[in-house]
C-alpha cells in the first residue's frame, strides 16, 4: 500500500448532532469553519512544515471560530466565566505541554506549546498557567472575546433547570488536530472550553496527556473529544496508541477498539487519528462528530453526521 507523505484530520466536537437539531445556517458555518482550520494547517504540511506547526495553527483556527467550544464560543461554568484547557504534543520527542482552567489567553493552545518548548514543566493551572503566559507574552483576549450570544443561551438554559442538566442533548465542543508531516512525524493538539455549567474546576481529558491528547512518532497522534471522565478512566489516547504499537492493528482498528471501550465504561464521544503510517481514522459513539482530514494523495473530507 502506498501511504500519503503527509496527513491531518481535524475535529470540531461530537454529540447529538443531526439534522433535526443543526439548523442549514449554522451546518454551513460549522463546515466553512472546519475547512478553514483544516487548510491552514494543510497549507503548512504542503510546504514541508512540521506536524506541529499544522496541528497548532489548525486548532488556533478553530478556537477563534465562535461555531466551537474552545476560545471564542467556549461554553460558561456554574458562575458564568471561562475556563479554557488545551494540550499539545510531538510525536518526535514525546514531548508535552498543558494547561487547564485559562480565563485570559486568547490561543490556550499557543500557550501550551510554549510551556512545552520553554517551560521546565508539563502540566500549569489557572493562574500560575496565566503567569507563564506574561512572562512569555502569550497574547491576552480582548474583553468580551470568549462570550457568544448562544453560550449565554445555553447557560441561561442550565440555570432554569437546576440540576440535572447534563443530559442526551449535549454536544461535546472540544477542537483538535492530528497531523503527520513529511518527515514522518506526528502530533496532536486539543483545546476545549470544558462543560456548560461545570463547578469546582472540573478538568476532562482535554488538557491530560494520555487521556485526551497522545502523539508518539511509533504509532499515532491522537485528539479525543466526549465525556471526558470516561475518557480519563480509559486513558484513550495512549490506550489507542499502544495498540498500534504493541498489537500491531491499524489506526481505525484501534480506534474503534478504544470507542468501543469508553462506550463500555458508559461514555460516549468520538477522536481522530493520523498514523505515523500516514492514514488517517475517525472513530465515534454519538450521532454526529464535526470532522475533516485531507493528505498529500487527495483525500479530501469535511462531514458532521454519521451518515456523511
Avoid at 448532532?17 to 504540511?45: F, K, S
Avoid at 518527515?183 to 472540573?202: D, E, F, I, N, Q
Avoid at 487521556?211 to 489516547?237: H, K, L, M, P, Q
Wanted: charged share 25%.
Amino acid at each position: 500500500m502506498t501511504h500519503a507523505n503527509w496527513s491531518l484530520a481535524i475535529h470540531g466536537g461530537a454529540g447529538t448532532l443531526t439534522r433535526e437539531t443543526i439548523t442549514p445556517e449554522e451546518e454551513a458555518g460549522v463546515r466553512a469553519a472546519l475547512l478553514d482550520a483544516r487548510e491552514a494547517g494543510a497549507a503548512i504540511l504542503r510546504a514541508g512544515g512540521s506536524a506541529l506547526d499544522a496541528a497548532e495553527t489548525a486548532v488556533r483556527r478553530l478556537e477563534d471560530a465562535p461555531e466551537f467550544n474552545a476560545g471564542r464560543g467556549a461554553t460558561l461554568t456554574y458562575e458564568g466565566g471561562f475556563e479554557l484547557d488545551a494540550a499539545v504534543m510531538d510525536g518526535a520527542t514525546r514531548a508535552a505541554g498543558a494547561v487547564t482552567g485559562v480565563r485570559t489567553v486568547r490561543n490556550p493552545i499557543t500557550l501550551a506549546r510554549k510551556l512545552m518548548e520553554q517551560g521546565p514543566h508539563v502540566f500549569l493551572a489557572g493562574a500560575g498557567a496565566e503567569a507563564f503566559a506574561r512572562k512569555h507574552g502569550i497574547e491576552e483576549a480582548p474583553e468580551g472575546w470568549f462570550e457568544v450570544e448562544r453560550r449565554r443561551q445555553q447557560w441561561d438554559e442550565f440555570r432554569d433547570r437546576g440540576e440535572g442538566w447534563f443530559d442526551s442533548s449535549v454536544k461535546y465542543g472540544t477542537v483538535g488536530a492530528v497531523a503527520r508531516d513529511a518527515a514522518g512525524h506526528v502530533a496532536a493538539a486539543t483545546s476545549t472550553g470544558g462543560l456548560t455549567g461545570k463547578r469546582w474546576s472540573r478538568i476532562g481529558d482535554s488538557p491530560v496527556i494520555g487521556a485526551g491528547t497522545y502523539a508518539d512518532d511509533r504509532s499515532a497522534a491522537v485528539s479525543c473529544t466526549g465525556s471526558g471522565e470516561y475518557f480519563i478512566r480509559a486513558a484513550a489516547a495512549h490506550a489507542l496508541c499502544e495498540r498500534m504499537r504493541l498489537l500491531g492493528e491499524s489506526a481505525q482498528a484501534a480506534a474503534d477498539a478504544v470507542i468501543a471501550e469508553v462506550a463500555a465504561l458508559g461514555g460516549d464521544g468520538g477522536l481522530i487519528v493520523a498514523a505515523a503510517d500516514g492514514n488517517t481514522a475517525f472513530a465515534f459513539s454519538t450521532p454526529g462528530m464535526y470532522r475533516a482530514r485531507c493528505d498529500a494523495a487527495g483525500l479530501d473530507e469535511v462531514a458532521i453526521f454519521a451518515a456523511d
